[in-house]
């Protein structure tokens, strides 16, 4: 099993522009969540999921949208990109029933 | 008063020493509780869960206590290995979690 898997791993975009970070899973898991962070800030949950269809928002969902058409795939889209969104994001994952998160190895954004 | 609390250090811990730190959270309603590890420029991995029996994982000693809503975390016999961030984790439910900053442990020979 490869866990969860993100693309990319680094970056750059000038402000404005829009792109989709990529996140799959391939452990069957109804739960999947994207989070940034920040130095100093900690982890935050921008959109979650609790199975296919079903989206909803966290604590920091401006400028972000998600879907969830699959079981295995979640991508997160930055409409118009600012440099308040230059951060490191891990996508995770979880079984019903579960403990634990399983993280994505991140994608860090620079927005200049 | 942010959701989870932690003293974010560095904590700076002599090879063999024990090393033990809290954290506090504010929503009386949160549901499980974790330690997450996390080491530099990598993603967070679940080191344990917490429960108010207090549990252990080898030289791991992890304990919640409701009443005072806070968490704690205590490294025994500490190894250079050891030295990385340790997330205060809570779960709001749906697998909804807030983070703490991280207690940033260093192991020094």
């Known amino acids: 099993n490869a866990g969860v898997t993100q693309t990319p791993k680094f970056q750059v975009l000038k402000t404005g522009q829009s792109m989709t970070l990529q996140c799959a899973q391939d452990?069957?898991?109804?739960?999947m969540s994207w989070y940034r962070q920040d130095p100093g800030m900690g982890l935050r949950l921008i959109h979650y999921?609790?199975?296919?269809?079903?989206?909803d928002q966290g604590e920091v969902p401006n400028g972000y949208n998600v879907s969830r058409s699959t079981t295995e795939d979640f991508p997160l889209r930055l409409l118009s990109a600012a440099p308040s969104q230059t951060s490191v994001y891990f996508c995770?994952?979880?079984?019903?029933?579960?403990?634990?998160?399983?993280f994505g190895p991140g994608t860090r954004l620079t927005v200049l | 008063r942010k959701e989870v609390e932690q003293d974010p250090g560095p904590f700076n811990v002599p090879e063999g020493a024990t090393v033990a730190f809290n954290c506090t959270y504010s929503?009386?309603?949160?549901?499980?509780f974790f330690w997450y590890r996390q080491d530099c420029r990598k993603e967070p991995k679940l080191l344990m869960s917490?429960?108010?029996s207090g549990n252990e994982d080898g030289r791991f000693t992890a304990q919640l206590n409701r009443a005072s809503q806070y968490i704690s975390l205590l490294i025994r016999d500490s190894k250079l290995s050891d030295s990385a961030t340790y997330l205060c984790?809570?779960?709001?439910?749906?697998?909804?979690?807030?983070f703490g900053k991280g207690n940033q442990v260093v192991v020094i020979p």
């Open positions: 995770a994952s979880t079984g019903r029933g579960a403990n634990e998160q399983f």
């Open positions: 452990m069957n898991h109804e739960y």
């Open positions: 999921s609790v199975g296919a269809g079903i989206t």
């Open positions: 929503n009386s309603a949160s549901q499980s």
């Open positions: 917490v429960y108010s």
């Open positions: 984790v809570v779960n709001r439910g749906n697998n909804r979690l807030a």
